[in-house]
């Protein structure tokens, strides 16, 4: 048995709310999922992460799009160019959570599997009974 994190930039790759989408198809056809959703702390710890240890992160076109005229007008400046990378990453960070995780819950409910809320794990890691255990329920 194999336990595999799509969290990520993996949802930004795929179209969840398609039917037809043969990525999602194919590990459905090989795969049980589980979405383990995130508390306010645990996105407080990420956002906060992110700006102490900022790692690369893949952005769909569209969401730049709809995002970087936001952000332009928030910092007053005229492009991108003329922001630091860590004002781009505190602007369009949160947001892209926010919308990962509805790309999530949709990925996870199109393969038919189910969510659950977790206490933050310090460790992040789940036992392999408390990860069976969910997966039985």
Not at 11 to 29: M, T, Y
Not at 32 to 40: C, D, F, G, H, M
Not at 53 to 79: A, C, Q, S, T, W
Not at 112 to 121: D, I, S, T
Request: charged letters at 25%; aromatic letters at 10%; a negative charge.
């Amino acid at each position: 048995d194999w336990v595999i994190d799509l969290s990520g930039s993996f949802c930004e790759v795929v179209q969840p709310w398609q039917p037809d989408d043969q990525v999602l198809r194919a590990i459905e056809r090989h795969c049980r999922s589980l979405l383990i959703e995130a508390t306010p702390e645990h996105l407080v710890k990420l956002y906060k992460k992110q700006q102490s240890d900022p790692k690369p992160l893949y952005y769909r076109p569209e969401f730049l799009d709809e995002h970087i005229p936001d952000m332009l007008d928030f910092y007053n400046v005229g492009n991108v160019e003329a922001l630091a990378p860590s004002a781009v990453s505190d602007f369009l960070y949160p947001k892209l959570m926010q919308e990962r995780m509805a790309r999530y819950a949709a990925i996870v409910g199109g393969m038919g599997g189910r969510a659950f809320k977790l206490p933050m794990l310090e460790s992040q890691a789940l036992q392999p009974q408390e990860l069976d255990d969910l997966l039985a329920a």
